[in-house]
């Protein structure tokens, strides 16, 4: 019988710059008796991570240029705000009153470059939390750490909700892996008749992603990590520049 | 403890034209175990559904037309098969070698309208499946029918697997809904910290049913039907229009 299980992690601590997250995720699923399995894919919500990496910027401390002032304008957001996800920008793809999608410095396409002012400090917005400087290096640490104390090897999976072309409703997406291959490549594969198979890539660290999304939530009950157990995947290297398409292959950018 | 398990349901015979699904579902979670329980997910692959309304077209009984045998030609793709394509198309938005995206004439943006030569019958791709004629409907029609057999209300879910904009990889998205809110808004409600979030819609049906295909698989080792039970969602009428942006509003069409 083909079953996968997504487990929350009870009970993470708030975390602050310089936290461990390994070391913490171990605990965590130790002390809540779900332990970390062999070929568990560990799923992490970007904004631990980018706290536990002291990704902060305090708005009062952020002095926008004229570029965030005219952008600002335009899309009816604090211009320091608009600052701070200038500064993790490839290029600015669509503005309008509410509205800022760019293109990330790694490449993804999102609202507001991936900055949230929501859950990261006691300050009511007052301080913001960027992505993290590179996503498939944090996931890696955080992979290596979990081996280092638990000798089990994992995949780890950094998540993130990004809005989508098409269709309403943000939705999980991986920003960042280690130990798989985010793509699940079945061309050539056969059919349950034997008809071979079409073009199907399937964006099986996304699917994670969107799995984890469901037991995290995003208020008041937040469950920052979450173990799926019994997962099909690759393991290999991670790099989510592969499931990013180019800009010159997009027929939609 | 937050945790939500994917059961795929063993054991689902072959699906031919007017077969009961919702009674072969019950069948097969009970006779595995499984059970239906109240609130469960039941998520469908859209292939059987197809199969079971007898949504199926021979391509040697289709006869291609000018505008299918242009598009054929820019397309590289048997013109019966694009035929059957724009059969079921609202309008053509993308047309490469190889490539096909238009938007279907329910409002999906997708490769091939959803139309499918795989695991649809032991023809080699002569056969194809059509998307079922009215999503929703099915899906209402299997959790009645469900609700008849077993006295559990459930949410039923039918998913296909598309491809997007921006990213690489295909992955799980609803096509039907019924007793669900597609989408979960949580804007107005307060963080961790009691800051007022940010817009923030959750496409929680697509989570669901990506979540889903995870168990699924595409090939020779095909699981169609999953129950995903723990799973958090809104009781509600399914209306699968709320999880698709009206082209007016979209930024990148």
């Known amino acids: 019988m083909r079953s996968v299980s997504l487990l929350g992690i009870p009970n993470m601590p708030m975390i602050k710059p310089g936290d461990d997250l390994a070391a913490l995720i171990c605990r965590c699923a130790t002390e809540a008796g779900l332990g970390i399995d062999e070929d568990d894919v560990v799923v992490i919500a970007q ?3 980018s706290k536990a990496e002291g990704r902060l910027v305090r708005l009062s401390e952020t002095v926008p240029s004229a570029r965030a002032r005219e952008i600002a304008e335009i899309t009816q957001k604090d211009p320091r705000f608009v ?4 500064s993790d920008t490839g290029r600015v793809l669509r503005t309008g009153p509410g509205l800022l999608i760019v293109e990330h410095r790694l490449g993804f396409v999102c609202a507001n470059a991936g900055v949230d ?11 913001i939390a960027l992505l993290p400087l590179d996503p ?7 992979r290596d750490g979990i081996r280092a104390i638990t000798g089990q090897t994992v995949a780890v999976i950094i998540n993130d909700s ?12 991986a920003i960042g892996v280690a130990g798989l291959h985010p793509l699940t490549d079945e061309r050539g594969q056969s059919d349950l008749f034997g008809y071979q198979m079409q073009v199907t890539t399937i964006g099986t660290a996304d699917e ?9 939530g995003q208020t008041d009950e937040a469950t920052p990590v979450v173990i799926i157990r019994g997962a099909s995947y690759r393991r290999g290297p991670g790099d ?9 292959k997009d027929l939609f950018r």
Chains 1, 2 share one sequence.
């Open 208 to 216: 994670l992603a969107s799995a984890a999304s469901l037991v995290m």
């Open 136 to 142: 498939d290096g944090s996931a890696s640490r955080i």
């Open 162 to 173: 990004h809005g989508r072309a098409f269709r309403e409703g943000a939705v999980g997406v």
């Open 117 to 127: 002012r929501s859950n990261v400090a006691g300050d009511a917005g007052e301080t």
């Open 240 to 248: 989510i520049q592969e499931l990013l398409r180019e800009r010159a």
């Open 47 to 49: 904004k631990i991570v």
């Open 83 to 86: 600052e701070a996800v200038l």
